[in-house]
């Protein structure tokens, strides 16, 4: 996708109590994921982005993961409201943020969404059914970018946090997805890039303006988007992985 603007936010001080679905065995090294994330701030300066700097919310461990905030698409922000009851209270300040220049659209209860299960390839939602976002939640999307001109196809999530962990958007009718996580049926008629179920991190790859951000320490994965003919920028995730984060629950990309 082309996209001219980055919203980012800092990593929590509290940034080791962050939710996650299997703790790790060594805690976050709360200084290594600030390097790292600065590291990402980087690559999107280097993939051509204007980067809109959050400051951290220490009250809030996971408000670095901004892409769960919001949806945003032909002028709109969709705001979530997040299927961790303990994330609901980081969206008010992302919506602040997009309301100069989006309309602002909510979700109310009992509609769950968490941006990570939210992929927007071309003019397709696919949104993920998971235990993050719900029925309501995927109807919630459909009603606010339907009348735009989108459309919305739900993918069963099971054994991951989100659609997002082992898929991403190449560009507006291609997708890279980690064989036996997402059912392929439901990319039928778009162009599928399949990495090996042991790259799955990989296949959360920000790929923007002709480069694609990539996990460091998938080959296979780096060599298939740079057959593409994308400029690779590889990244060490070690401290944002350990939160059950990945490369685009960082940012979230405007036109
Ligand atoms: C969470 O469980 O909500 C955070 N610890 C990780 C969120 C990662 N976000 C994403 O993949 N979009």
Redesign the pocket.
């Known amino acids: 996708m082309r996209a001219t603007k980055a919203i980012v936010r800092g990593i929590s001080a509290s940034f080791r109590d962050?939710?996650?679905?299997h703790p790790a065995a060594e805690a976050i090294d709360v200084a290594r994921a600030r390097a790292q994330h600065a590291q990402y701030v980087e690559a999107l300066r280097e993939a051509g982005l204007e980067v809109v700097e959050l400051p951290p919310l220490d009250a809030h461990p996971?408000a670095c993961?901004v892409?769960?905030c919001a949806l945003v698409a032909r002028g709109t922000a969709l705001i979530t409201r997040?299927g961790?009851p303990s994330?609901r209270n980081e969206a008010d300040s992302i919506a602040e943020a997009l309301a100069a220049k989006h309309r602002v659209a909510r979700t109310q209860a009992p509609a769950t969404i968490?941006?990570?299960d939210c992929m927007r390839v071309g003019t397709t939602w696919f949104v993920g059914r998971s235990a993050?976002t719900n029925a309501a939640g995927a109807a919630r999307v459909r009603e606010v970018f339907g009348p735009l001109g989108d459309s919305v196809i739900e993918v069963p999530v099971r054994d991951f946090?989100?659609l997002?962990?082992t898929a991403s958007c190449i560009d507006e009718r291609t997708v890279l997805v980690a064989e036996g996580t997402v059912d392929r049926a439901a990319f039928a008629g778009f162009d599928v890039v399949t990495v090996a179920r042991e790259e799955a991190y990989a296949a959360?790859a920000v790929v923007v303006n002709g480069t694609a951000i990539v996990a460091k320490g998938y080959a296979a994965t780096r060599a298939a988007l740079e057959r593409r003919g994308l400029r690779i920028i590889e990244l060490a995730l070690s401290e944002i992985a350990k939160?059950?984060?990945?490369l685009?629950?960082m940012s979230i990309l405007l036109p």
Do not use: Q
């Not at 962050?18 to 679905?21: D, G, Q, S, T």
């Open positions: 962050a939710v996650v679905m996971d993961f892409e769960d997040s961790a994330r968490d941006g990570g993050r946090l989100h997002k962990c959360n939160a059950d984060g990945s685009t629950c």
